[in-house]
């Protein structure tokens, strides 16, 4: 499947900021994360299509995972 | 008494030989002996040099007072012997880089001859330990009446003591202002209060808090600004400055000295813009003289009028935008406020240097306030909430802007080091954070300082404008003529919805504001804000609580921040319990928003006590038991008092009590705790929400 895959801010250093990339069916975002080498320390938000997601979530075809380091949060 | 005797030795062999100290202690009293400018190794430092041995002399010694447990605050007598009078002047040139805010007791006197002929100085010093001279504080209360032409200066009441910023502004407002009376009028006053730790060495903590009635509202407002003003007005020992009385036509500059403040009229500066105004100023009283300062805007009582304060370049940045305050100045006459001297830090004990040390190294080490803001700015936020779906697009038609990358922090930042611009650029001495910005054009000529994500928003996706120049000149506009951008962007996009400009139309926008600049009728009625404009266009979307602008955040995916708008005493506002990110509650789900806003509201309101920046609220949430108790700590200290973390919120429950209490005297009730709405039917793109936060609960939380 293919997933679009957005990163910001402090998290773009040394890396990309959108790359479309192929997984396999039922990928998590956990996986994807640890496979592009980005320490989950460094993550605060994670949106799946705009939406609240989990480590755990599974990703679809066509789906768009965005990335942020921490950025607000009271 | 305590008298117990030290002698204390430097091991020299005459102290031996013919029986004397260096340094003789009883109880509380360190007596120094004559020292002479001989170093370790015997010989003659700086000789026949004055400053040079009385500079040496003088460290030395200090060090011995430190040594028997005393500080260089607690000398009370200076003498010095010297062998050739006409050397007084650089004697005392040294004297004084030690001891000339101290004041001790200072004798010089001419003497035959000292122990060597290259010696031209010897110095004896006494001190008592515990003799601290008086702290300098805030203690000074200045009511300005311009039409009467009075400045009185008072001590504050007692029960202002432990209240400051917003906590005072909430307080003297509550007590002196009636609720319905009509905000451009007699009844009115302003207030301008630094916080509790405003003055002090404190990390980031020299915002100034501004409160009144809301001419825009009709609400109790306080609007907190950065900028220069704040530590400067706290260092003089202000606590606040109210002016009160008569409405008035003339044009009046107010300036501040250690020599005391007078009210001068300036007729020249009437329908200047801030930056002419503040470059004027700065030309009579000097560059380092901070501005405080309105523009056209208020002088003509347009209710979206700000008040602007001068950053650390110079330049009318900053602002206490909020609400309107900005006119109720101009309805009293004020065009200025200078503030030409500046006093030294206020003084703190090590307890509170301590807690300041360690409250800084959690803002630098935390991700947002360490990292995220000083590299893009609070612009970092227009892609994560672009993201999320919750960017006011269009008049808050979607949540979700086409060409956000191109407004974006990221943006921002790339633009700035391109073309010489700033980021990690601080709006107040000793912030450590430093989120503010300088923007420069492509030929580097400077535009605006302190492009903030808001102001990006609201002039930018929500009149769908796409191109960060033409934002930055608009924000300039704004800071000039003395606007509130987040109002001046819901306003346009009112006007744009009502079909006046096309959306996206920067030549639109351009010709909007050159009528608001000239007082067109249209102009007139844009400068009232978004809510007048609507009404006068017929407009049925208009995006405000309380009559207030709604900021960037669409209540409909933060719905948070719904809570927050709907339910706060300053009507639709962001910095008062911003719940962007917040990790317990899903954005655009109903549960859970209403407590999460509660607790912002709280803590907002108690920071905004303290006169440390809201941005402190990020360390604050990563680990609140300890880096709270440092603000505890350091009012603990400051104040004589003894508080925990639960004090200062505390504080904000108080704030918000009287805030809550005086708007219902205005008239204000739980109906008025509403959005808009279109909020509660018009389904935001691209997750289709509405804002449904059940209205019990927040009615439960909020009665």
């Known amino acids: 499947m293919n997933v679009t895959i957005k990163l910001f801010a402090t998290l773009r250093n040394g890396r990309f900021k959108i790359a479309e990339r192929k997984y396999p069916e039922g990928t998590t975002v956990a996986e994807i994360v640890d496979g592009l080498a980005i320490p989950r320390q460094e993550i605060a938000s994670i949106l799946v299509n705009g939406l609240m997601a989990s480590y755990q979530q599974e990703l679809r075809d066509k789906d768009t995972l965005v990335l942020f380091p921490p950025l607000g949060g009271g | 008494m305590d008298f117990k005797r030290t002698n204390y030795s430097s091991g020299a062999p005459l102290e031996e030989k013919v029986g004397y100290s260096r340094v003789v202690k009883v109880g509380p009293y360190v007596f120094v002996g004559g020292t002479t400018a001989v170093q370790p190794d015997g010989s003659v430092y700086g000789e026949n040099d004055a400053y040079a041995q009385t500079k040496y002399i003088l460290e030395k010694m200090i060090k011995c007072l430190e040594q028997a447990g005393a500080k260089r605050e607690e000398v009370v007598r200076v003498k010095a012997y010297a062998t050739d009078m006409s050397r007084a002047k650089e004697i005392g040139d040294a004297y ?58 008072e001590e504050f009441k007692d029960e ?144 979206a009028a700000s008040i602007a304060v001068t950053d650390m370049d110079g330049n009318p940045s900053r602002h206490a935008a909020r609400g309107g305050l900005g006119a109720v100045l101009g309805s009293k006459g004020i065009k200025a406020i200078v503030i030409i001297d500046e006093a030294s830090v206020l003084t703190t004990s090590d307890d509170f240097n301590q807690a300041a040390k360690k409250l800084a190294e959690a803002l630098t080490k935390n991700p947002v306030s360490g990292q995220a803001l000083p590299a893009l700015g609070t612009a970092v936020l227009v892609n994560m909430v672009n993201e999320s779906g919750a960017l006011p697009t269009r008049n808050f038609r979607y949540g979700r802007f086409d060409n956000a990358a191109a407004i974006s922090g990221e943006q921002l930042a790339e ?198 920046c809201l941005f402190i609220c990020f360390a604050l949430g990563e680990n609140p038991g300890q880096n709270l108790g440092y603000v505890a700590d350091m009012i603990s200290s400051l104040y004589d008092v003894c508080w925990q973390g639960n004090n200062v919120i ?54």
């Open chain 2, 160 to 303: 202002y003591r432990l209240l400051g910023g917003r906590a005072l502004t909430a307080r003297i407002v509550a007590d002196e202002v009636d609720p319905r009376c009509s905000a451009l009028g007699v009844g009115n006053k302003v207030i301008l209060a630094p916080g509790l730790l405003s003055g002090t060495k404190a990390p980031s903590s020299g915002r100034l808090s501004i409160g009144g009635k809301s001419p825009l509202t009709g609400t109790i407002k306080e609007s907190n600004v950065g900028g220069t003003a704040g530590h400067k007005l706290a260092r003089l020992g202000y606590k606040a400055i109210i002016i009160e009385g008569d409405t008035s036509d003339k044009t009046f500059v107010i300036t501040i000295s250690k020599k005391g403040i007078l009210l001068l009229e300036a007729p020249e500066l009437a329908e200047q813009g801030n930056y002419q105004t503040t470059q004027i100023l700065r030309t009579k009283y000097g560059e380092k003289a901070t501005i405080i300062s309105i523009g056209p805007a208020g002088e003509r009582g347009y209710t």
């Open chain 2, 650 to 703: 505390g504080l904000g429950q108080q704030t918000l009590a009287i805030e809550r209490r005086f708007n219902r005297d205005a008239g204000f009730t739980s109906a008025h705790d509403r959005l808009p709405e279109f909020f509660y039917k018009e389904p935001l793109k691209p997750h289709n929400t509405v804002f449904d936060v059940p209205e019990e609960e927040i009615k439960k939380a909020f009665p």
């Open chain 2, 96 to 153: 004084a880089e030690f001891f000339k805010d101290i004041k001790p007791l200072f004798t010089m006197v001419g003497i035959a001859a000292l122990n060597r002929p290259t010696q031209v100085v010897e110095i004896e010093i006494d001190a008592i330990i515990g003799s601290i001279k008086e702290v300098k504080k805030m203690t000074k209360v200045i009511r300005i009446n311009p039409a009467q032409n009075q400045v009185v200066s």
């Open chain 2, 415 to 612: 633009t700035a080091a391109q073309r010489g611009g700033k980021c990690g650029h601080a709006c107040m001495p000793g912030c450590v954070i430093r989120c503010s910005n300088v923007y420069v054009n492509a030929e580097g000529r400077h535009i605006t300082s302190g492009l903030e994500y808001e102001t990006i928003v609201m002039l930018g996706s929500n009149c769908g404008i796409a191109d960060l120049d033409f934002i930055a000149e608009m924000d300039r506009f704004c800071d000039d003529f003395g606007l509130d951008t987040i109002e001046t962007g819901c306003t346009i996009g009112v006007a744009m919805e009502a079909g006046i400009i096309p959306f996206g139309s920067t030549d639109g926008m351009l010709d909007l504001t050159r009528q608001i600049a000239e007082g067109t009728a249209l102009g007139k009625i844009l400068g009232q804000g978004a809510a007048v404009a609507g009404k006068v266009l017929g407009v049925e979307r208009v995006p405000v609580v309380k009559g207030q602008g709604i900021p960037a955040y669409d209540p409909r995916a933060i719905k948070g921040n719904g809570v927050t708008y709907a339910t706060s005493p300053m009507g639709a506002d962001h910095t008062c319990g911003n719940a962007l990110g917040h990790p317990a509650v899903n954005p655009i789900s109903p549960e859970g928003q209403v407590q999460v806003s509660a607790e912002l509201q709280t803590v907002c309101a108690a920071i905004d006590a303290t006169g440390l």
